[in-house]
């Protein structure tokens, strides 16, 4: 019932923001160059469906997307159980952490571009960096919650201190996992799709919308690509929610849902 209730709220919330673009947009308040009527906008993100050329923009964006993310997961999940669990090592780098850790990615494009070129390559360490933070700290933070009584039940009985992490401290730790990848998604997608348009060539969503913002009477289609954007999102966030539902139906997020 209550998934129910969330899915109708959503649904009515997304015809009324619709209901209000469209309005504005052909009452005239704000110029059809600036602001289509949301009809339009809707019916040429339909179009560009049928677009060969756009959906291999899309899948373009999508691989470095899923790479980036994935190289995060790789480097942080280790990372952040090494963190959790060896104080020293934590003590130890503590200080660098905190000093990556505020970079903006979008101001490290120069120098990556430099570095790496315009492809594929730049788009994928950025999408990596930015997505490294939450799954580390979500990781870190996850150890620090596990129950101290399980971990000294399984030490009473003899397990050494791999054996209390893969027994006891992951299992604990993946919901918490979990969650930070579903935040790093979206981040991933934001850098995938911010590195395109400011690299302004290439192949992607990102670079679509650049280039129909330059064109006349373009904004129908920097429009439209947004959603396009918008609809990767919501369907990435829609999935990672419903496989933390199957995989940690316990947690008291999930709990009681119906």
């Known amino acids: 019932m209550r998934r129910r209730q969330e899915l109708l709220l959503g649904a009515l919330g997304v015809l009324l923001a619709l209901g209000l673009c469209e309005a504005v947009g052909r009452a005239g308040i704000v110029r059809r160059s600036y602001l289509p009527p ?12 049928g677009d060969p050329l756009f959906l291999a923009g899309v899948g373009a964006t999508v691989r470095a997307w899923a790479l980036g993310l994935g190289l995060a997961c790789v480097i942080a999940v280790p990372l952040g159980l090494l963190l959790g669990s060896v ?3 934590d003590d130890a780098v503590r200080a660098i952490i905190e000093f990556l850790r505020p970079l903006p990615s979008v101001a490290l494009i120069p120098l990556v571009s430099l570095l790496l070129g315009s492809g594929t390559e730049t788009k994928v360490a950025l999408i990596t960096y930015a997505s490294v933070w939450p799954i580390l ?3 870190v933070y996850g150890l620090g919650e596990t129950d101290p009584l399980a971990k000294d039940t399984l030490r009473a009985f003899g397990f050494g201190r791999l054996s209390v992490l893969l027994r006891v401290e992951l299992p604990a730790t993946a919901p918490f996992i979990a969650a930070g990848v579903r935040i790093s998604a979206a981040v991933a997608l934001v850098l995938a799709v911010a590195t395109e348009i400011l690299a302004g060539f ?14 006349t009477d373009g904004t129908r289609d920097v429009l439209a690509g947004v959603v396009w954007a918008g609809g990767l999102g919501l369907v990435i966030n829609t999935v990672l929610v419903w496989g ?3 995989l ?10 119906r």
């Open 87 to 89: 104080p020293v090592v």
């Open 202 to 215: 290439g192949e992607g969503l990102g670079i679509f919308i650049a280039q129909s913002q330059l064109a």
């Open 248 to 257: 940690f139906p316990w947690t008291p997020e999930h709990r009681g849902e």
């Open 137 to 139: 700290f979500n990781t």
């Open 244 to 246: 933390e539902r199957r």
């Open 38 to 49: 949301a009809s339009e906008v809707l019916t040429r993100a339909v179009e560009l469906a």
